[in-house]
């Protein structure tokens, strides 16, 4: 008894203290990367490897021509009719009906272009909306089934970005593997407060650490989503009032909640807006829309939710992000992002993993050049040289790369 005594005083005492520290949110995406390799879910069809088409800079993508795009969103919409007509038998009045039909079709429309453009169609995903007036946060019942209320969907009803975000972050909680994650973290937990090892610290220790945990992956879900609307054509800026909200709304945390502050999520996600090349991400997913077909949905009986069917034939596939890939495109984002120091690090842990892309050569050429101009320091201009070398060596044409590069200038 005195030892429980001992750790709730200790608890409530930690509690009371108000810790600002700082942190390198870079490093934190990525050693949540390496989690995600370990806990993520990797989903392929085995008729078709992950590297059957590299046309595209960062992946299995090549761009398409608008006219062709446009044309396919035109036919798309003769599908998405008739499922908004169904949809909207869905009415208020009748007072099981937790939503109206509008709302539903609204948010039917952003997670199945979630879906699409992050070829995500692997699984039967459930929406279901709840007839809640205060509760906005986006949250999950089972890993597929993303629950929100019609609360959430009146506030940010001209808001698509911000809507397509909160539902992105339940997404990506199962696309990394967090339930896993979580119930190691819990059991840690419950296991030390078990055997009470030397008088309680053991189960504090764990706790504090445990907790950490549950907020880096609040902080990686939030990564991960902002990754997942890029490429759905989503606007960063507008998706992050989301989380804005609750800053304005004075919501705070402390030490020992287990999410992270709201301010920190939000510079978090400012700081990875950094290092995505949002204008590929764009092509990336518009690729990805056009070479799949509309999602049919269906009303659940329990007239709460609705399900977005999986496309059986769809040879997609949804990988998470290898460190060679997560290097190369946070130094590729850095360089567009005028991120110059930070790129150049990133490509130099990409070159330690993979020597073969001349692509990455040419930029990181191109990064560590704008460094050298910006400093002057020798060192910047002999990496950059010798990168170009290499560059070279790997593939000719890169000469004529550079050279309409400074016509340009």
């Known amino acids: 008894m005195k030892k429980i005594l001992c750790l709730l005083l200790c608890l409530m005492f930690c509690n009371s203290v108000n810790y600002v520290y700082a942190r390198d949110y870079t490093k934190l995406q990525e050693k949540e990367m390496k989690h995600a390799q370990k806990y993520g ?10 590297t059957h088409n590299t046309k595209g800079l960062l992946g299995d993508y090549e761009e398409i021509d608008d006219k062709l795009y446009q ?24 007072y099981n009906a937790e939503a109206k039909g509008e709302d539903y079709y609204h948010i039917y ?41 019609t609360a959430f969907c009146d506030t940010f009803l001209n808001n698509d970005s911000a809507i397509a975000f909160a539902i992105a972050h339940v997404m990506a909680h199962a696309l990394l593997g967090h339930q896993e994650r ?4 819990d059991n840690r937990i419950w296991k030390s407060a078990f055997f009470e090892l030397t008088g309680g610290f053991v189960v504090l220790s764990t706790f504090k650490s445990s907790l950490t945990e549950f907020k880096n992956m609040e902080l990686s879900a939030d990564v991960e989503a902002i990754n997942l609307i890029a490429k759905a054509g989503y606007d960063i800026n507008d998706a992050i009032e989301y989380l804005k909200y609750f800053q304005y709304s004075g919501l705070s945390t402390g030490f020992w909640d287990s999410t992270p502050n709201i301010k920190k999520r939000i510079y978090n996600c400012y700081i990875a807006k950094n290092f995505i090349p949002i204008e590929e991400y764009n092509k990336w997913g518009k690729y990805n829309i056009y070479h799949s077909e509309v999602l049919y949905s269906e009303l659940s009986s329990d007239r709460t939710s609705f399900t977005l069917r999986k496309n059986k034939n769809s040879p997609k596939l949804f990988i998470i992000e290898s460190p060679e890939k997560y290097y190369f495109r946070c130094g590729y984002g850095g360089y567009i992002n005028m991120q110059y120091e930070k790129s150049a690090e990133y490509f130099e842990k990409y070159f330690k993993l993979d020597t073969s892309n001349p692509k990455a050569y040419l930029y990181a050429y191109y990064t560590n050049n704008e460094l050298y101009k ?11 040289n010798k990168y170009l070398q290499k560059a070279v060596e790997l593939d000719e044409s890169v000469k004529y790369k ?8």
């Open 41 to 50: 879910m990797n989903v392929s069809n085995s008729q078709y490897s992950e």
């Open 71 to 94: 044309e396919k969103l035109k036919k798309d919409e003769v599908e998405y009719a008739k499922i908004k007509e169904k949809f909207e038998t869905r009415t208020i009045d009748n």
């Open 109 to 149: 429309r952003i997670v199945e272009r979630l879906i699409r453009a992050n070829n995500l169609d692997f699984t039967n995903w459930r929406i279901g909306i709840n007839r809640a007036s205060s509760d906005l946060m986006a949250g999950y019942s089972d890993w597929n089934y993303i629950l929100i209320s």
């Open 182 to 185: 979580r119930t190691k973290a």
């Open 374 to 384: 910006r400093t002057k320091r020798k060192k910047y201009q002999n990496t950059a």
């Open 402 to 409: 550079i050279q309409q590069f400074n016509n340009n200038l």
